[in-house]
DNA sequence: GCGACAG
DNA sequence: ATCTTGTCGC
């Protein structure tokens, strides 16, 4: 599959690909291999890496990862941060040796300016069910959620429920949960949770994000 | 029209 | 994304 070589383009194939969103849930029960990626950019140059992680939820152990080099192949915009990451974020779950139950990804699902942010892409491309964990405020507004872990608030535009802001952490400020494709925002904000039992982001993002980092070099 | 704007 | 030390608190 191409990149998009515009930004019309761009937003052309976005809502071509909106149309095979699905908002129901089709996790399994007790999804058991949870996969997390994350895209590491160079300073002063055009390389970058993706990294993809699987866990295994039922003991919580990594049972694989991976790191992709590759370049950047368009420029960062808000509202089309897919067409920047998903391409190497492919390649890197193709070289997987597992298929993940779902994929945990470092950005926004639906709560996005035409509702389908990365994750809903991402989801959509693969046939995978997908979620997105953001760490800072994009689009919809909130309340402030109560501080303890667990807690959480909605993210909405208008009547429209857009995700939750979470507090994965007692005191620590909370990450933004969107569904991206084929999962509820239940299961996403809990599955959230299961995974950030230590740290405010969940672990496969943070393991993904160092992998990907440390490969840079 | 003018800012704001995931990573 | 990336640039970056010390510092406050458990």
Known sequence: MPGAESVAEAERIQQALRQSLVLDDCLPAAPTLVAGVD????????????????????TGVEVESVVVPGE???????????FREVPLVLAALDRLGHRPDV?????????????????????????????GVAKTPFVGSFDE???????????????EVLGRVLRTQTGVKPVFVSV??????????????????????????????FLSREALR
């Open 39 to 58: 895209v590491s950019y160079d300073k002063v140059s055009p390389r970058i890496t993706a990294a993809a992680v699987v866990v295994d939820l039922t």
């Open 72 to 82: 950047v192949s368009f420029p960062y915009l808000p509202g089309l941060l897919a």
């Open 145 to 159: 959620p109560g501080v303890r872990r667990g807690d959480w608030s909605a993210l909405r535009d208008d009547d």
């Open 103 to 131: 994929v945990v990804c470092d950005g926004y699902g639906v709560a996005h300016p035409r509702r389908f942010g990365l994750a809903c892409h991402l989801g959509v491309v693969t046939g995978l069910p997908t979620f």
């Open 180 to 209: 991206g494709h084929r999962t509820s925002l239940d299961r996403a904000t809990t599955l959230t949770l299961d995974l950030s039992a230590r740290y405010r982001l969940p672990e496969v993002i943070r393991r993904a994000d």
